[in-house]
């Protein structure tokens, strides 16, 4: 291995490890949430895919809680049964688990892609470490902000495209059929597949309905959405939106550039971004 590859391999260990260690343990979905929002900030809002994961962290932060009190509910069918019912929610835990797994995932690999972009984006063999599509997109966003000038929206949309879809074919779609399959309860299954997203921004809800969250074309369709109505809203407007599901902390909102910096303290990272080894 030669001085170059042996530099973008260290480099990629070391932010990925720094990511893991940033997005948490799997109920810290507000903790990802900031990590979402710094991906964002730091780009100087070129990166909308990040502001919009961040949406879906804080809201499923309720959405999750919310369905364990209906499936506690719902286990009372089996309250003659208490094995079978202590098997059924065990399920369900382990299903949330599933999709909390997933938004963990998803801030970790974005982390990772942003910043190792960032340092080594025209680097030789960087494309063994991020999709050429995600590559190209991030690329053109570092060279933007170096230029200070803004992307203009149909590149802002072509780099969350390139990301969503990574994420839907590595990440979501396997994990969600992989979920789905262990999930033995018919009644929840049916609910769990038709969600109504409802993120704090939309003005409304009324397309963010599933029929069907198992279908990979259905949540494409919704994603790009909820792309189309953040520009709509407007990016200023939707970073505002975040302090409506009432998790993050004031201090996020105070200074969330002072709060992400003290959110790395806390975890013992480098107060530094990462930066070329």
Not at 59 to 80: D, E, I, K, N, P
Not at 82 to 103: G, S, V
Not at 195 to 211: L, T, V
Not at 224 to 230: G, I, K, S, T, V
């Amino acid at each position: 291995m030669d001085s170059k590859s042996g530099t973008l391999d260290r480099d990629y260990q070391r932010i990925h490890q720094e990511a893991t260690v940033l997005a948490g343990a799997l109920t810290d979905l507000g903790q990802r949430a900031s990590v979402y929002h710094h991906l964002y900030e730091d780009s100087g809002g070129r990166n909308v895919f990040p502001l919009i994961a961040a949406h879906g962290a804080l809201w499923g932060a309720g959405y999750f809680a919310l369905g364990m009190r209906v499936g506690t509910l719902l286990s009372a069918q089996f309250l003659f049964t208490p094995a079978l019912r202590h098997h059924k929610l065990r399920q369900l835990h382990a299903f949330a688990d599933a999709f909390r797994e997933i938004n963990r995932r998803v801030c970790v690999e974005a982390y990772t892609a942003y910043h190792l972009s960032r340092l080594h984006g025209q680097a030789v063999g960087i494309e063994h470490y991020l999709q050429p599509r995600l590559l190209a997109a991030l690329n053109r966003c570092h060279q933007a902000q170096a230029l200070g000038e803004p992307l203009p929206q149909p590149v802002r949309r072509e780099l969350f495209e390139a990301f969503f879809l990574w994420e839907q074919d590595v990440i979501v779609g396997p994990a969600v059929e992989q979920a789905l399959a262990a999930l033995d309860w018919s009644l929840i299954r049916q609910v769990a597949l038709r969600p109504r997203i409802e993120f704090a921004y939309f003005a409304s809800s009324r397309d963010m309905k599933f029929s069907d969250f198992a279908n990979t074309r259905e949540r494409i369709e919704k994603g790009m959405r909820a792309y189309e109505l953040a520009e709509q809203a407007g990016l200023d407007r939707v970073e505002d939106a975040l302090g409506r599901y009432g998790v993050l902390p004031q201090a996020f909102f105070h200074d969330s550039l002072a709060h992400f910096r003290a959110l790395r303290q806390r975890l013992n990272l480098p107060e530094a971004l990462p930066a070329a080894g």
